[in-house]
């Protein structure tokens, strides 16, 4: 919850936490209490034009209990000094810790805690540890958004959204874009996918280990074909060939097409991007969840697209209703940041779990045959690798498959090696670095685009 308040100087501040419990949780009120002291006078050093007022805006998160919490205050000048700049001023950084248990409880304040879900409503006081710095580095801060911003926006980008700890920092749609305005983001469709299949096998529906033979019984006579995995399916390593003519919406049954699809290496030995995989793995789907009455693309929508807040989505659909798995979701950049949330989240967004965070962990795991690419996801690891080189994805997989190496390769070397990349053709792209919190959604018309050189911008690195 964010709470917003214009103080004189001098005066106190008391945020609560949180105001609403939502309709998700028990009604009830809760109020943790951090007193926050605004400063009297000007400090030395920091950037602010005085007039008088002081704005604190106070940041709190649920976490379980028995975690600590640090909030943020960002005690900023008033709207005619800062001219609505977020950066400039002073950062109060509150250390709340949460309590293990709680033993009495008012009864204007309850409890519930049931499975996995524990909320607090606290009649605890967080004590503030004091401690006030300048933002040294908020002008650098904000010129590197800037930067980032200008350079996505010279390359015909027409959406750039980030999110700091969950709140934007920046967003902006050059070019003729619009936050309303859904962008088609081609490849990055299989993430949506990857996530169905794992909350299908956490459902006990499936294992991404089991061969593809056991559903697929026409593949059960063929030599290499019925010891295939759906995990290999995921990660491309199956051996199929990629069989481009699948995106042709000339095709009237692509499920149907995949699974005549030849294979073209051993298992385990080529990465062979393509939607043959995603078709097959569809064809599975369909199978399974026709034993329940569902389709695959119902699936997605109650599995993920609702419980994300993306809601309806268009997409590409055969003679016969089924999705193209690689390619075709539109989203606005506001829909994609979402799934980027629950990326951050490691398969939960705010209370609801997509998948636990063991199971999700999975697609930040590359394979033998492409390091950088786990599940649909696109990864760093390698990051701060001796001798690891930057690839551009997209000109990568320009090439035949036989041509490809993925091997001692990163997306940015001065990035962390925990950022994971959703990505999509024409440089559709969501990032996610946990790390630093962070969530960068960017979209644009077909035109060269580094993500290196981007991320080096926005980073500072």
Known sequence: EVSTHWLPMGGRLKPALPRECGSSLPPGQASLL?????????ISGSPL??????????STHWLPMGMPALPTAMILPDPESSRGLRSPGLRLYCPLLFPAMLRSLSAQAPLHEGGRRHWLAATAIGLLLAATTPLAHADLARLALRDAADYS????????LVLEHGKTLLEE??????????????SGTKAFFTLAVLVAAQEGL????????????????????????????????????????????QVTDRNALALRTPTVAP?????TYGPSHGQVLCEVLR????LRGDTPFSYVQHKLLNPLGIGAVPYRADAQGMPLVASGFHLTARQWSRFGLMMLGQGRIGWHEIVPSKVFAQCCQGSRVNPMFGLGFWLNTAANHQGVRESDIEDMLEKKWQAQDWHQR????????????????????????PSLDLVIVRQGVNSRFSDAEFLRKLLRR
């Not at 926006?153 to 750039?160: D, E, F, K, V, Y």
Request: glycine share 6%; proline share 5%.
């Open 34 to 42: 951090a007193s926050v002291a605004l400063p009297r006078e000007p």
């Open 49 to 58: 034009t005085m007039s008088g007022q002081w704005k604190a805006e106070v």
């Open 153 to 160: 926006a010279s390359r015909r980008g027409c959406s750039l």
């Open 173 to 186: 749609y050059p070019n003729g874009g619009d936050a309303r305005l859904a962008h088609q983001i081609y």
């Open 206 to 249: 499936l294992r991404l280990d089991e061969p593809v033979a056991n559903t697929i019984t026409e593949w059960r006579n063929s030599s290499q074909r019925s010891n295939i995995t759906l995990r290999e399916l995921m990660n491309f390593s199956d051996g199929l060939d990629p069989a481009f003519h699948l995106h042709s919406d």
């Open 267 to 271: 298992i385990g030995a080529a990465f």
């Open 287 to 290: 199978r399974k969840l026709a």
């Open 410 to 433: 990163c997306i940015c070397r001065q990035a962390p090696v925990d950022l994971v990349a959703v990505v999509g053709s024409g440089y559709q792209r969501l990032f996610v670095i």
